[in-house]
């Protein structure tokens, strides 16, 4: 199947869930996860009406938006270094991926001096895997409150990767529980922090994630297939 054909059926498929769920379908947008694919993929995917996509590697994405035809919005999803924010400061339209203050200090002043404000998640590593990056859920709150100081920075929900799960319902607690999390963050109205968006579910559970709350999906595969190509070595 094309890219198209593949955009189509995750579309249906998210509508179909969120209708399920008793939702509105444009209450969910969907992240286009192109890393590792080469810009004509992002191209294809643009011109069968995709809009916002997603990159994990610093470098890749700071490529790929020179590279890319269409015009398109960027997320980064990916773990980010301190000393790598200069090479996407004003590029992306949120981060996904913010896990701790001294990070979020650094894309404060990096945005600051282009003049930007940056809208951010705040990563929760919910299962506490040490492969995984992400502020714990004892942590989040203390940490939002750090960073809703920073006035280049607008926090407008959370993000969260479960641990994997051959059946989709085994991720089905960690959505929960960070749905919890930002109810609870929500309730004590925090100046200048809004918990509009719950970032969570890839291809494999996202319809999972749509019935518990998701309003950002970041599906990859079951867009642009396997990998394209191997990643630069330097990222």
């Avoid at 969907?30 to 080469?38: D, E, G, I, N, W």
Wanted: net charge neutral; with cysteine.
């Amino acid at each position: 199947m094309s890219i198209a054909d593949n955009l189509k059926e995750v579309s249906a498929r998210i509508e179909a869930a969120a209708m399920k769920s008793g939702r509105d379908p444009a209450s969910v947008r969907l992240v286009a996860v192109s890393k590792t694919q080469p810009a004509s993929a992002v191209d294809e995917a643009a011109r069968s009406g995709q809009r916002l996509f997603g990159e994990n590697y610093v470098q890749e994405l700071a490529a790929k938006v020179a590279q890319v035809a269409e015009p398109v919005g960027w997320h980064y999803i990916g773990a980010l270094q301190s000393n790598k924010v200069r090479q996407i400061a004003g590029l992306v339209e949120m981060i996904h991926s913010v896990d701790r203050l001294s990070l979020a200090r650094e894309i404060d002043r990096l945005w600051g001096g282009v003049g930007r404000v940056c809208n951010v998640l705040i990563q929760v590593n919910i299962a506490c895997e040490a492969s995984k990056c992400g502020a714990s859920s004892e942590e989040v709150l203390e940490l939002v409150h750090g960073i809703a100081a920073l006035p280049q920075l607008r926090i407008r929900g959370l993000m969260t990767m479960p641990p994997f799960f051959d059946d989709p319902e085994g991720a089905r607690p960690y959505f929960r529980e960070l749905k919890r999390i930002s109810e609870r963050i929500a309730a004590e109205h925090i100046p200048g922090v809004e918990m509009a968006e719950l970032s969570m579910g890839m291809s494999g559970d996202f319809e999972v994630a749509i019935a518990e709350g998701a309003t950002l999906v970041r599906v990859g595969s079951a867009i642009f297939g396997e990998r394209q190509y191997r990643r630069p070595s330097v990222l």
